[in-house]
């Protein structure tokens, strides 16, 4: 016996293996909030996810599987500068490429949501073909937002430039302006309001294409997920989403992300541990 | 180019005109929170709800229009004698005449439920065939209160001294004296636990006459509006108060009143959240 | 008159008499959160519900009966050793004795979920055809944890040991690990994430039994429920639980107890509330 | 042994004796907030000081005495009829003269500062040569405050009326009107900033005077004493407050309040703390 | 007697003239915290400083001298585009010199430090022999921080490159890099852990030159300021800062920033007053 | 450049190096409150210390040195099982004859006080002339707390049987019981209230001894150090025990640990900064 046996190193995602080479999924934390026009604090999301995570059981009942025997890596938060957006999203698209290069899906947890578009540029390149599963209480698909083109409310306008029209769908909006509904009625599947009914109904189709999943936490209503950067009351429920979550299991992820987090305003914690499971979820399946 | 360009103030609702006399409705908040008897508070719910408000949209998708081409004026906060309810009241009453007789739509910030007291007696004066629309959790139809006629468990068995017999409609009553289900199976439609089912069969009612609503946000379920003075379990959630406002348009709305926001008691801000997406509802529709 | 009758003394559950004999359910506060793994604070459970029960009315709706006319005496907190398990689970086995050698119904308020193992060992001595019908987000059914046999994730693993097989009835599980529900398959009815349905359908097989009911208070959602030591989301509402209490009348009661109540991680008091409100409701119906 | 001698009340004042008749001192709370004009909050001030109180030993090492000798009697809260300032203030000063009828010192905790007013009326009545000894941040000398005569910022204007001239000493006071350091320089004795140096130096007049002391929290600096209703930066140290505090056994006190603690401005309960430290060694020294 | 009689303005600055053209002292918010590597918050600064001011007195017994008869004027907050830093700087900037070409006195509310370099740019362009008076525990002289020229912990690297050699006076100094303290040997007076004490020594100094001031409100222990973004502990107390403050009325200030205040970090608020509290005296002294 | 390279670990203490072997001084966090009687939460200390200590440099002014070239490991937390106290001291117990047995100076962080009896009496056998530097708020010197031996508030009686007699020195003692304090004189060297000045006095004593430090932070007052189990008002300043640990340089420490930060009561995080700079320090000390 010595020192080492009695330590406790809960600071990688619950179930996190230690060996990179082996790891099908990688986990990397982006810290990023620079663009949070409302309330920041989802730099911090990432960390108190993972943290979280360890009150969970590393046994699913919803799939009747554990984390235990799945190989994945937490590669812990990139080093973000704080201030310059243009830096940070090379850095995450640089990220994002190693990972694929090595062969591995990357699952990120933000910060906000703006980190979704170097990402999705960098897997869409690799599937041509992919589709963009988007839920979500905002359209994100202004073009400029306080005159900035690279913005948390741009996001998904600047995504569409860059896959196939009409391969983005999105799920659970609820707020945007007059001009992204019509950009939405050409350029994108937007469901309003509802979650799990549009999303099983498009599931056919998705089950022919790779998959990319950008999950925005308040697409659930503020009150199961209270810790998130702009809430807007009138989404679904945790259960709802959970339920939605246990057909991933029918796709084929090819990336994900998980965003805007923010635990400065969640203090029971109840969304980031919305989020870690979630992500356990989401784990097993990939595993 | 000059300083003023660049200065942004959101002290006022979202989307409000600086012009008095062109206003069609006039936001006034009541920052009275005097005979709380539990938790006070409600006194900085019309300031947080105005600033929350900045983080929506001004479009809403709920009812396909805009707050943009709305005129509606935000006259700030009365100023209260804090411990003085008597001559408090009598502001609040003052002001709703001086709103009235320009010819407005009065719309109030609570505070505590304690003040649709005097803006009712003052609106139903023009209105005598006005019905009450009441949201809430609790009967408030108690004769006195901890000795006192005034109070916030009082206020609609004072109201219903001022208007027609069986003019107010109760919607999620869960709680309440015996004596004021009693007093309420006489005079007033009191509708327990649930909100929207029964508010659709009364709404043929509604449309023949001048309607005031008072919404008492713990009507809603805690989880959704914890930052209340008496949050009351068992409540119905942000979706279904959503839908209900959405049907608020068919209404001929001359007054309105949202109280019992209570800023200190809801560290996530989605109380006052909700708060200011149902005032922008109401604010398009009656625009 | 004198200086007493001005005097307010809130310290006891609403509406408790201070006639220990001629009480027929006696409340017992158990501040021990020993065995908490995650975060610690349930040991303040029984004190803020007390203090919040005074909110509520002590008239229900519900169950249009009052708390006046009930006879029940709270016997404040049990002063317990902190750190000492043994010694801690010992005195509340007295303390529950007690309470059933003077022919009253005892009703325990924790505390950590671990306190109903001594409190159900001796109830169910006196009663060996009981039933424990068990509302929980987890199993509770390790056989060991943390290298503990006595630990809140044991509890009922160890209670099976002492009652009649299959006599424990569990709703809203929802985590655990897969030794845990292997094991619910043999030795108890366990059901997965509903909870009023299964219990509609067990209810006739309750009538015919003395019932003993633990609800931990997270088997209701994290959204409803905060405050409580291991939130685990996807649970039942506030609306639902309480739907389940109204036909705990149609029971034979002999003992009770709600714990996981955390009030450092309720930061809007409504996990204590909904605690508070299910306990009025009980003690109607007990009465 | 029976159930009762694990029972922990924790719900009076550490090292409170039952017996009124008995008791030297009587301790009664006032939960009045009614004319705060910026955070209300101090109505749950004397429950949270007793509350804490429990984590200080009895014993104190300031004055080498105890409290478990000392016999003085909690009297729990007065019931205050929240929104009626006169009606509560015709209560304080009921209690306050019941109090004295029966030959004890009245020691009362706020609340909000203008409780002082019935009690010090009532005391001085007793005592015609008395000395007030006010600890303040602020000079609380208003002739009308928000229209009102009676508030918390008049209160020593008001005691002023009742009591001789000059038999008012101020200590710390750092903010007040143009037109309330003119009456201080004419009518009290008042000093700026300092607390400890003026009190040693008025020490000798004090100990030829019957005494009541009122002590708002917030003569100490926000630092030490954050929960209270106005903070006001710049006031002295709880070290300094509590060498002063221990000079007042060599003082003939025949009343005392201590007034303005607010928990929910105060989230790690240091103020709180603060105020039971005080009161202890106020009641080793009266006991 | 109109509507507008009872309405209650507090959304500028206490005592703020609304007449900008005759004012003497501009304030202008700045909610920016881009750089802001810790912990966010800074934005809601000046807003909060704003609000909180209304609990002080217009009257200064420090000074002896009120806020009434002064011309100051309360610009409001500029408007930011958050995450970008460079625009953000160049409004900063235009704003500082149309007040300067207006011939009024810049006063601006943080913010994160950064926000300081293009004021101080601006303002030394018309005082070539312009002193800068700094306060701050961080010595904030980096050359480069996180790969980035322009962060707060750079800012006065920058501003030594704009101005006289030997101009910059710091204060309160207590954590920086060896190579800044190196720097500053060279470069600035750099006076470590002490205020008081240096700045009395060199006020003679001070007073022949027109004076910029910077106060980062981390220089004052955390103790009586929690509220700032990377608190260091160690500092000063809120009374020496205060009666620093009292000598200002000897300078010959033309610019002032007070930054670094943090809301979210701030529970009680008393961070903010005591920034509120520092600005008085100094409106009071430019008045 | 690979993905390595961009990622952010932050999870040790600032400056720690990977390397056990080489290191000199061994970090080790003990996550353990079972024995605190007031509030739980010291069980989240080390890990808090360790992330806001990314927020301070390396470089410290006060001792002109820096972590960089320092050698210490942090190890991370040790496994603790909640609810057993005789297990977890031994399991510190093992760990800390781990570490002495490698040669390396322990340095351990609370966690409950009640950890250093394990660790001084491991450490004790290595050194029989040891001193012991105990800086407090409370004696802790009982016999028996609770019914208990060990507990946070016997551990320096349990101590005092271990180490040579007046071998003990106690600085900012201001809480005990009469016992306590009668035992102190006999047994113990007990400084009341004060730290520098008595440190100094005894500073040519512990010179010719190897020295253990244990660092209660509630010897620092609340203002300070509002994050800890048992505040106790009438501490020092920050800024005092700083200057006290800047002359540790001076002797030869052979262990030392920090204890009692309770992040769930420091909402600012000011007591855990000040225990990560009192830890820098020290690191930079013993480096």
């Known amino acids: 016996m010595n020192v080492f046996e009695y330590l406790n190193r809960q600071n990688e995602f619950l179930g996190a293996k230690s060996d990179f080479n082996n790891a099908k999924v990688v986990i990397t934390g982006v810290p990023m909030d620079?663009?949070?026009s409302f309330r920041p604090g989802t730099r911090f999301g990432p960390k108190k996810i993972r943290e979280v995570s360890h009150e969970l059981e590393s046994y699913s009942v919803y799939n009747a599987d554990s984390l235990e025997n799945k190989n994945f890596f937490d590669a812990g938060d990139i080093c973000i500068p704080f201030g310059?957006?243009?830096?940070?999203?090379?850095?995450?698209?640089?990220?994002?490429?190693?990972?694929?290069?090595?062969?591995?899906?990357?699952?990120?947890?933000?910060?906000?949501h703006l980190i979704s578009y170097p990402i999705i540029k960098?897997?869409?390149?690799?599937?041509?073909?992919?589709?963009?599963?988007?839920?979500?209480?905002?359209?994100d698909l202004r073009d400029i937002y306080l005159g900035e083109k690279l913005s948390h409310a741009t996001v998904f306008r600047r995504i569409s430039e860059d896959i196939k029209s009409k391969h983005i769908y999105q799920f659970g909006i609820r707020s945007g302006t007059k001009d992204e509904f019509l950009f939405a009625k050409r350029h994108t599947h937007m469901n309003l309001f509802e979650?799990?009914?549009?999303?099983?109904?498009?599931?056919?189709?998705?089950?022919?294409h790779p998959i990319y999943i950008t999950l925005d936490?308040?697409?659930?209503?503020?009150?199961f997920a209270p810790g998130t950067g702009t809430p807007e009351p009138g989404g679904c429920s945790a259960k709802e989403i959970l339920e939605v979550v246990s057909f991933f299991k029918e796709l084929n992820i090819v990336g994900f992300d998980l965003v805007e987090v923010s635990p400065p305003n969640d203090s029971s914690e109840i969304t980031s541990l919305l989020a870690a499971k979630i992500l356990r979820e989401l784990l097993i399946v990939l595993g």
Chains 1, 2, 3, 4, 5, 6 share one sequence.
């Open 34 to 36: 620079s663009t949070a």
């Open 84 to 112: 310059n957006v243009k830096k940070s999203l090379d850095i995450i698209g640089e990220v994002t490429e190693q990972i694929l290069d090595n062969g591995k899906i990357p699952l990120f947890l933000g910060g906000e």
């Open 122 to 139: 960098k897997v869409s390149k690799n599937y041509p073909d992919i589709i963009i599963i988007h839920f979500d209480a905002h359209a």
């Open 195 to 208: 979650v799990k009914t549009p999303f099983l109904k498009a599931l056919p189709v998705f089950k022919n």
């Open 217 to 223: 936490i308040d697409v659930v209503d503020p009150a």
